[in-house]
């Protein structure tokens, strides 16, 4: 044992440093639902930044420093404080932030979001059905972002208002109409937030050919 350890010491430190990089600086999360379409397609891969908000001890959730802040409009992963899955969804709401919802249209701190360029799609939903979609700009406290909306669906169209408690934020998928989000799982504490996601590394049609999608190699998270 000692003499394998001796000969493959490079190979393991590699594999040391490897692992404590994706753990604690960057790391990768395949996207396995269309709950962020249609910024995110199912079989998307993204390269997430753990290092965006907080440093962590390594397979925990102890905060050893805060490195930054979360803000508006980040695509971000995290814990569900509901069951301890890993999650991805879009930040809407800070701290102290009052959020509402009437009929699908956002409101935040009483100010509705303004919706623009308005396209009508068809998108897959689960089972493999196609259903009418509406997908929009939404435009909120000065940040914009694609979201998509699917009258068909039985969905949660209308909540609170309800005011973001200090050290939590509310997150709603860009797919709104077919999401398990804060309406869902509840405000989510920064603890539990593990990075920003900010490219799509790589991509496949895992819901059709399974052929890569070139054009999504690389591409920056809006």
């Known amino acids: 044992m ?38 995110l397609l199912e079989g998307d891969v993204v390269l997430v930044n753990r290092l965006a908000y907080d440093f962590k001890l390594p397979l925990t959730d102890v905060v ?7 803000q508006r409009g980040d695509v971000v992963t995290f814990t569900s404080p509901k069951d301890g899955v890993r999650l991805i969804k879009r ?10 919802m009437r009929y699908d249209v956002l409101y935040l701190n009483g100010e509705p979001a303004q919706y623009l360029a308005a ?6 939903t689960e089972g493999g059905v196609i259903t009418p979609a509406i997908q929009m700009r939404e435009m909120l406290d000065g940040g914009g972002h694609m979201m998509q909306v699917m009258p068909d669906v039985m969905a949660l169209r209308s909540f609170g208002p309800v005011q973001v408690p200090p050290d939590h934020y509310f997150f709603l998928g860009d797919n709104r109409d077919n ?12 603890h539990l937030l593990i990075g920003r996601a ?6 496949a049609n895992i819901k059709g050919n399974w052929l890569p999608r070139w054009d999504r ?3 920056k998270i809006r």
Do not use: Y
């Open 2 to 39: 000692k003499t394998w350890l001796r000969s493959n010491r490079g190979f393991i430190l590699f594999m040391c440093l490897f692992g404590f990089f994706r753990l604690a600086i960057a790391d990768w999360n395949p996207i396995p639902s269309g709950s962020m379409r249609p910024t």
């Open 64 to 70: 050893l420093a805060e490195m930054g802040d979360p």
């Open 91 to 100: 930040l809407i709401a800070l701290p102290g932030d009052v959020v509402e």
């Open 119 to 124: 396209l009508q799609v068809a998108e897959p």
């Open 179 to 190: 999401s398990a989000d804060s309406r869902f799982i509840g405000m989510v504490p920064r």
């Open 198 to 203: 900010h490219r799509v590394l790589v991509s």
């Open 217 to 219: 190699t690389l591409e």
